[in-house]
Nanobody, 118 residues
Framework: QVQLVESGGGLVQAGGSLRLSCAASGSIFSIFTMGWYRQAPGKQRELVADISSGLSTNYADSVKGRFTISRDNAKNTVYLQMNSLKAEDTAVYYC????????????WGQGTQVTVSS
């Protein structure tokens, strides 16, 4: 089993910044990708950004140029630096991990609320 613990959510004014962190622990035995998803009320969960073990990144168009994903492989930790936040970024943000050699198996964090006031 893999455990993901997130931190860093909160309330911020539009134009402000927040940094999310997610630490993975447990049975981490293979190469894995980590990412951040978000789910706003009444909407489906969507990918925000992900990063491979080789540090290749992928971003949703809506956050390109504002959000930066990074990871520390020694700590099995992924970060999401969110700048120029907008009201539409308000959502519960979930950390996700999957092993590249085990398709279809995803691990999720408990979620952290990000609220951007306009």
């Amino acid at each position: 089993q893999v455990q993901l613990v997130e931190s860093g959510g909160g309330l911020v004014q539009a134009g402000g910044s927040l940094r999310l962190s997610c630490a993975a622990s447990g049975s981490i035995f293979s190469i894995f990708t980590m990412g951040w998803y978000r789910q706003a009320p009444g909407k489906q969960r969507e990918l925000v950004a992900d990063i491979s073990s080789g540090l290749s990144t992928n971003y949703a168009d809506s956050v390109k140029g504002r959000f930066t994903i990074s990871r520390d492989n020694a700590k099995n930790t992924v970060y999401l630096q969110m700048n120029s936040l907008k009201a539409e970024d308000t959502a519960v943000y979930y950390c996700e991990l999957h092993f590249i050699h085990i398709p279809g198996e995803h691990y999720w964090g408990q979620g952290t609320q990000v609220t951007v006031s306009s």
